[in-house]
């Protein structure tokens, strides 16, 4: 019987479109202020390029794109940062994820940008990791890989 | 039976395409749902929400601004849930590698 990853076409092809996904993932995060989109949408992009790679090439071929180990670290470190910026508004004198008060320069919309900014770059964070740990976690128990 | 359930679907068709007529546009300040004191007199936060988010937050979309300013809070209890998940398949999937018996 023929391995699945042996096939060439489906894991050139997936190996060559996958960072495109990811270019299209971090547009649609960081271009949240202005077109739909945003922290969510572009996880699940991000989750999406590494589960097609996962999928074509086999999960041991994929380990070198994105470690099985990173899954879970990655996603906390989402949701600290959120975290961490409604808690460095709060110790800067405001209220919990008010974002004008960021130690920052500018004016307060402007910082009101910048946290919606850093919070959209948590969310995606957060999703793309525990979407591909999950991935990981449901294919632990598969015989073949 | 085949031709009542046409019939049926048609007529739910018809409601939905009716109610859908009068909707207000997306993101109108003056529609009568978004005017400041709602029609029970009440103050209307949407109208907030529509007006004032370029001021706010130097953001012209402003169902980011909404999710990620006004509403941080539920944001931030979604992506909890989130974290939750992948931390329970974590708990309940992943098997102890050193346990395992090599064949």
Not at chain 1, 4 to 17: F, K
Not at chain 1, 39 to 64: C, K
Not at chain 1, 109 to 119: E, K
Not at chain 2, 13 to 23: C, D, E, S, Y
Request: charged share 15%; aromatic share 10%; with cysteine.
């Amino acid at each position: 019987m023929m391995r699945r990853d042996d096939d060439v076409i489906i894991g050139l092809v997936s190996r060559t479109v996958s960072p495109f996904i990811m270019i299209f993932a971090l547009y649609v995060i960081f271009h949240g202020h202005y077109s739909p989109g945003g922290g969510f949408q572009g996880g699940t992009m991000l989750a999406a390029a590494l589960i097609l790679v996962r999928l074509a090439v086999g999960n041991d071929l994929a380990q070198l794109q994105f470690p099985r180990s990173w899954g879970t670290p990655l996603g906390s470190a989402g949701v600290l940062i959120y975290w961490g910026t409604g808690f460095v508004a709060m110790i800067c004198g405001g209220n919990f994820l008010n974002y004008a008060f960021l130690p920052l320069r500018g004016t307060p919309p402007h910082l009101r940008n910048l946290g919606i900014l850093f919070i959209e770059i948590g969310v995606g964070l957060a999703v793309c990791g525990i979407l591909t740990a999950i991935y990981d976690d449901l294919l632990e128990g598969h015989p073949r890989d | 039976m085949k031709i009542l359930r046409y019939v049926v679907l048609v007529l739910f068709g018809a409601v939905l395409v009716l109610a859908g007529l009068n909707l207000p546009n997306r993101g109108d300040p003056d529609a009568r749902l978004y005017r400041d004191p709602s029609p029970a007199g009440t103050p209307n936060a949407p109208s907030y929400y529509i007006r004032n988010p370029e001021r706010d937050a130097d953001t012209p979309n402003m169902v980011t601004v909404i999710l990620a300013d006004y509403r941080g809070f539920d944001t931030m209890g979604e992506e909890t849930v989130i974290l939750t998940a992948g931390l329970i398949c974590f708990l309940i999937l992943r098997r102890e590698r050193s346990k395992e018996k090599r064949p």
